[in-house]
């Protein structure tokens, strides 16, 4: 009978260990990049984007690697799941391999072991039924005659066939079942993954008979549903032209993109990703050589979607047919994607033409310089879809509404302003109008009112705790970005030692522990939530015996933490001994102490800057207005406290 192969385990934390110590980076990194010694230090052309000057450094010391062109790097661990495109189990599983350590693994729990075991079964059905859609589509008459056909009249190559492992399956409707049946396979797990129901009469029916089979192959290259299309000369009068496998234990349609595994690699290094409707829309672009594009089929964009592909990069291009369908695909997930950081741009392409037939009729360089030529920013195109032609003042005001809301969810402050700021001038609107309205929308969106906060009671002076809005424009903070390095690189080390409270209690504090009582007694988090966790755990983690913060981070398992630990850590420049300024404990101190500090008066300077554009726009509300002017007094008064503190000579304006 066909079970796992594998016993049902986990690699176990010693391993995991010994294959983190026997990794050397130069050695690992030299499999990919060419190095050359560059000091204490090698250097190379980085493999993650296109450069002529080698910005990649590989530190042999610390162990990483980090591109200060375009930030990417890690440990040995981080670089072969950036660089492979691999999960984290499957980059220690190569590290072993390289460096031929035995995997020892401890055993599941009965739970776990069950739950592991119905989705490897399920992996292996959905394998051999892949494997035999591509026999019969290669091998069997009929699949030659019939399935290969119809692909190539669609005018996909055989090789490019091959890639995304496209399949037949024949119109009887009992061979599969038999055939899987006949090999081992269990009738339980045919029917869990939807490769087969039952009918009335208790016959397991192949639930794709007769139609030309798509694979969906999850990021890590295994199969984990179809789609199966009835042919041309077939789909007048057929109710379903596409059938789906059902969502079971290891396929979700919402959680999955066609075509990125085949795509991963070419996002990653484009650092974009071209974003269809269908399965044909794919593979046609792929075989035209635009191969960082992917499909969600028809369904509406999912948050785990999005989540997946900000794995590879950050930007994205909705590529839609021109026709009412697409407009609607285009729009539908433009706020979801911008609230999620992802930057956006949008082609509608020519009436009658879709990615499919657009690619059949372009090279890839006319493919791509139509896109950079053509595409829009979502402004753009809610302002052309929205407004062209719109004279009623209602209907224009809506769709200046729409445009501002979707504007609102925008977490990157400087993105927004700079999007808020080309809205106003393209429309014609006053920009303090449009802010104001953005300002209630991050509100509502947080459920807040945006009234003054009662003062924070406590001995030094509190900035108000910030509203939505200007927490959501610190988000690029500067200081935020300091502070945090500074817990990374020194947040083991005691800078408060003895210290009694009123009871006599004595108490030492670390960097990482001061950091994050500082914030939250006040009730103040960062706007970056790495940032924030980074915080956290290094608190949590600062009470275990040998915690070292700088390698804690820089080695973490999670890709994102270690690429911010090095990002926030990598030196540009070594000095000589000579030339290095010594840190001690009592020189963080004062540092850190300065950079909460200034934190804090960044806090107030934004909420004054947010006051000052509602004052402008309630110069006709006398009661708000005489509100609004306290306010922005009582920050005056907390912000020249602090800047006493932090030695700043502020005058009052």
């Known amino acids: 009978m066909h079970e796992r192969a594998e016993t049902y385990t986990m690699i176990d934390r010693e391993t995991v260990e010994r294959i983190k110590s026997a990794a050397n980076i130069v050695d690992v990194v030299s499999e990919f990049v060419t190095l050359r010694r560059s000091g204490s230090n090698y250097k190379g052309l980085c493999p993650f984007h296109n450069e002529k000057t080698p910005s990649f450094i590989v530190s042999p010391a610390r162990g990483t690697c980090h591109c200060f062109g375009c930030g990417k790097g890690g440990d040995s661990v981080s670089f072969i799941m950036e660089h492979e495109q691999m999960t984290y189990p499957e980059a220690l599983r190569w590290l072993a391999k390289k460096y031929h350590i035995e995997i020892h693994e401890r055993e599941l729990t009965d739970g776990e072991r069950q739950a592991q075991s119905e989705r490897e079964s399920m992996y292996i059905v959905n394998e051999w039924a892949g494997k035999y859609f591509q026999d019969l589509l290669h091998n069997d008459p009929d699949g030659i005659a019939i399935g290969m056909q119809y692909f190539r009249s669609r005018g996909f190559r055989d090789d490019v066939i091959r890639t995304f492992q496209l399949g037949y399956d024949l119109p009887d409707r009992q061979a599969l079942a038999h055939k899987a049946l006949q090999k081992g396979y269990k009738e339980e797990f045919l029917l869990k993954t939807g490769i087969c129901y039952k009918n009335d009469r208790g016959e397991l029916i192949d639930r794709y008979a007769g139609r030309v089979v798509f694979p969906w192959i999850g990021v890590s290259g295994k199969v984990v549903g179809f789609t199966a299309r009835v042919l041309d000369s077939r789909t007048k009068g057929v109710n379903q032209k596409y059938v789906n496998s059902p969502d079971s234990e ?21 650092d974009r990703v071209y974003m269809v409707e269908g399965q044909a829309d794919v593979i046609s672009m792929y075989q035209c050589g635009i191969e960082n594009v992917v499909a969600n089929s028809g369904t509406a964009l999912t948050l785990p979607q999005i989540h997946l592909l900000h794995r590879f990069t950050n930007n994205i291009t909705l590529l839609y047919d021109g026709d009412a369908a697409g407009i609607h695909a285009a729009i539908r997930g433009t706020d979801m994607l911008l609230a999620e950081g992802m930057n ?10 879709d990615p499919d037939s657009f690619a059949r009729k372009h090279t890839a360089e006319d493919f791509r310089k139509y896109i950079e030529e053509n595409q829009t920013d979502f402004i753009q195109f809610k302002t052309d879809l929205l407004l062209k032609n719109e004279r009623d003042p209602q209907k224009r005001s809506e769709a200046i509404n729409s445009i501002v809301a ?14 808020l700021h080309d809205c106003a001038e393209r429309i014609g609107i006053n920009e303090a109008t449009l802010i104001n309205q953005m300002n209630q929308y991050i509100r509502q969106q947080r459920g807040l009112p945006g009234q003054r906060p009662d003062d924070h009671p406590g001995s030094r002076p509190q900035p108000l705790p910030p509203t939505p809005q200007q927490q959501q424009k610190m988000q690029e903070s500067k200081v935020e970005a300091m502070i945090v390095r500074e817990v990374i690189k020194w947040g083991d080390v005691v800078i408060f030692d003895h210290v009694q409270d009123d009871e006599g209690n004595t108490f030492s504090f670390n960097v990482a522990q001061y950091v ?39 080695h973490h398992p999670d890709i994102d933490v270690s690429r911010v630990a090095m990002q926030l850590t990598a030196e540009h420049f070594v000095l000589s001994e000579s030339q290095q300024v010594k840190v001690t404990p009592d020189t963080i101190r004062r540092n850190v102490m300065h950079l909460l500090l200034d934190f804090r008066l960044d806090i107030v300077a934004q909420r004054m800057k947010d006051l ?27 912000r020249n406290q602090l800047a006493k503190q932090v030695g700043h000579d502020v005058i009052l304006r």
């Open 516 to 554: 994050h009582y500082n914030l939250t007694a006040d009730n103040l988090q960062m706007q970056s939530p790495i940032y924030n966790r980074i915080i956290a755990e290094a608190n949590e983690q600062s009470t275990h015996d040998g915690f070292k913060a700088e390698p804690y981070f820089v």
């Open 344 to 353: 956006l741009r949008i082609l509608l392409l020519p009436d009658n033409d």
């Open 612 to 638: 000052k554009t509602q004052i402008a726009g309630a110069v006709n509300d006398r009661e708000r207005l005489l509100e609004l002017m306290a306010q922005f007094k009582d920050c005056q008064l907390i």
């Open 250 to 270: 290891i396929y979700h349609k919402t959680n999955e993109l066609y075509g990125i595994y085949q795509a991963k690699r070419a996002i990653a290094r484009e």
């Open 406 to 419: 979707s504007i609102a969810t925008i977490p990157n402050q400087t993105l927004r302003d700079i999007y």
